[in-house]
């Protein structure tokens, strides 16, 4: 039988509509509106992109959406003040600098000065410490792998005592989904293990996967054989193997594959993401989730 398909598209577009509300409620009781700054130094086409799509869905939110341009030669310090500077405006509630950064600016240094409470992306160590920690701590999830959760439990997938299985162990998702999964508590309890190049039997751990979490980067990596039947595969991998033209636009466009050998997994697995459609479409979704959490954090503070 065919695996139910977890659309990432049709979930993010549930979750947006549920943060609409939430946010016109939060306004409607406090008068406070998310505030999201997006910080660009230069113009790197992709970052453009990837910052009007974030910009875009901020304000089809309702959000108070800021789109700081700097340019290419934008000295660290004075990037540095401007973060200072959105940092103290309580207005803003979520800062994002879009990465890459030019050559003469130290990213590191530049990530580390966000004010953990409004690193909505989630990468700044004290949140990586925090999710470490688990519980109350957790402030703001890293955006793909809380979207990687969220598609679990949403797919109707139990968690609780389940085996997960984790290919990759990246700081942005491997490791990151690996910590959510095993924390205590709904969505997660999970018994969960890491996979990677040192791994001896790739695929006997893969086997014994009840969710089988997937993000190498590397094409059709997880053949059929490696999956337990009735499995949830999540697939996290976006590889471009080639182009062709788009039906839509008649212009060129990336052909993607994921990390899973889709049509033949489908055929085993009881639930699996789609490349494109599956993950992808959550990352920015979390990221609005994150901003709302912290606009209400700052509310509660308030009170
Ligand atoms: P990464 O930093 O390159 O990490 C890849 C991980 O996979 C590493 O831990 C590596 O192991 C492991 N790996 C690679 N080849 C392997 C193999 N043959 N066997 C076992 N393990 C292997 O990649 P990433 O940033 O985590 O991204 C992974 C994939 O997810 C990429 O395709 C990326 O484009 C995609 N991605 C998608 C989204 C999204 O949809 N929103 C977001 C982020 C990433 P070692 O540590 O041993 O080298």
């Not at 490791?175 to 999964?181: D, F, Q, V």
């Amino acid at each position: 039988m065919s695996a139910k398909i977890i659309s990432g598209k049709d979930i993010a577009a549930e979750i947006k509509e549920e943060l609409k509300k939430e946010v016109e409620e939060l306004k409607a009781s406090t008068g406070i509106v998310p505030g999201l700054v997006t910080i660009l130094v230069g113009a790197d086409p992709a970052s453009i992109s990837y910052v009007t799509a974030k910009g875009k869905t901020a304000k089809d939110l309702g959000f108070n959406s800021i789109q700081d341009d700097q340019s290419e030669d934008l000295k660290e310090d004075d990037l540095l003040a401007l973060i200072d500077k959105y940092n103290k405006d309580d207005s803003i509630h979520g800062i994002l600098v879009q990465l890459p950064l030019p050559k003469h600016i130290d990213e590191k240094k530049v990530l580390n000065a966000i004010d953990p409470d409004k690193d909505v992306d989630g990468f700044h160590p004290v949140n990586v410490g925090r999710l470490m920690i688990g519980g109350d701590e957790v402030k703001f999830l890293p955006c793909t792998p809380a979207g990687i959760q969220e598609l679990i439990i949403r797919s109707g997938m139990e968690t609780n005592g389940a085996e997960v299985v984790v290919v990759g162990r990246s700081n942005i998702v491997g490791k990151p989904i690996a910590n959510i999964m095993l924390q205590k508590g709904a969505g997660a309890n999970s018994t969960v293990t890491v996979v990677h190049t040192g791994t001896k039997n790739l695929d006997e751990h893969c086997k014994r996967a009840d969710i089988l979490i997937v993000a190498a980067g590397v094409p059709g990596l997880v053949k059929p054989e490696w999956i337990k039947p009735g499995a949830c595969v999540i697939d996290v991998g976006v590889n471009r193997v080639g182009e062709k033209i788009s039906e839509k636009t008649g212009r060129k466009i990336a052909i993607l594959k994921g990390d899973v050998d889709f049509d033949a997994a489908k055929e085993i697995a009881g639930s699996i993401t789609p490349v494109p459609g599956g993950v992808g479409p959550m990352t920015i979704t979390m990221l609005m989730k994150n901003t709302v959490k912290s606009a209400k954090m700052l509310a509660e503070s308030k009170k």
